[in-house]
């Protein structure tokens, strides 16, 4: 069931709240967290979704904020949906016009799970320094998503550049598959690392912290190619004994090649915003590898440009 307040206030809201969960017995006591989506019209009905499907193995109370008419007057639309509606957990949309929008955080509140973690996430562009945003202040992670920018390795560099501990991107999300396959590769006796090579397509932010990553652990020099995508498209690491590569050419399987060794196909489907999403929300605490990664980026790029 689905509950719609028209020009509502929290106190209502929170009622409400208390009401729908006294009708299905618990309700936010099962939540174990709070999952916040700073959003648009355009943009809230992929993002609550995305929630939604990450909410089954993490219940969370999802409250969606999304912007309006920043010069109507302030007013707020909520729309409750009960758990069992979309998902387990509780969802909260607030519609925010006029200056609300600007204050969100004092909207957000009220309505924030006690005693839980809060995540905030900017599904869309987000801030440059997230932890200095009103809303992200009062998360403990806080996740943005640097492919939806403009210009996407722009805005990366820039929010580097501001980082907090709890900050991350689903940029760097989207590598873990990859980086968990180099990582059993590299498992194997493979001689030692002299090189590597990272191709993706141009302006992708994700090759650009795959190639810190490997430079700051590997302690080699990193090129970087562009192909044709889609996103990123090949993986090589040069040893004495041979290359390992790991090429993904239609964005769904790769090709793993190992010297002295048959080739394997591995799956390796790029990342929908869920799946990425499910993974950040399994940890709370600072993602230290991809600090690690994302000041090395910021070192690299700092002295020779943001490169294509």
Do not use: K
């Amino acid at each position: 069931m689905t509950l719609y307040l028209p020009h509502t206030t929290t106190s209502q809201i929170t009622e409400a709240l208390m009401s729908e969960r006294l009708s299905v017995g618990g309700g936010a006591m099962n939540m174990v967290l709070t999952l916040v989506i700073v959003t648009d019209e355009a943009d809230h009905y992929d993002a609550v979704r995305a929630a939604t499907e990450a909410g089954r193995e993490h219940p969370s109370r999802v409250v969606a904020l999304i912007r309006r008419d920043p010069e109507a007057e302030p007013a707020i639309d909520a729309e409750i949906r009960r758990p069992g509606t979309s998902g387990p957990g509780e969802a909260v949309l607030l519609r925010l016009y006029g200056q609300l929008g600007e204050h969100a955080d004092s909207v957000l509140t009220p309505l924030l799970v006690p005693d839980a973690p809060v995540v905030t996430w900017w599904p869309g562009v987000g801030p440059a320094d997230p932890a200095a945003d009103p809303v992200g202040r009062l998360a403990q992670r806080r996740i943005t998503d640097a492919l939806r920018a403009r210009n996407p390795l722009g805005d990366l560099v820039e929010r580097v550049s501001h980082y907090s501990p709890g900050d991350t991107d689903l940029t760097w999300t989207r590598l873990t598959p990859w980086r968990s396959l180099l990582a059993s590769a590299m498992d194997q006796p493979s001689g030692w690392v002299t090189s590597a090579r990272v191709t993706a397509e141009s302006h992708y932010p994700s090759a650009e912290l795959m190639a810190a990553w490997l430079t700051d652990r590997l302690e080699v020099p990193v090129e970087r190619d562009v192909s044709n995508g889609p996103g990123l498209t090949e993986v090589r690491l040069t040893t004495d004994q041979g290359d390992i590569v790991i090429s993904r050419v239609d964005g769904q399987v790769a090709t793993l090649s190992r010297f002295g060794q048959p080739d394997q196909t591995v799956a390796l489907a790029r990342r929908n915003a869920s799946g990425a999403l499910a993974e950040e929300l399994r940890r709370l605490d600072p993602d230290e590898i991809y600090e690690s990664a994302a000041h090395h980026l910021g070192s690299l790029l700092s002295g020779s440009g943001a490169r294509g």
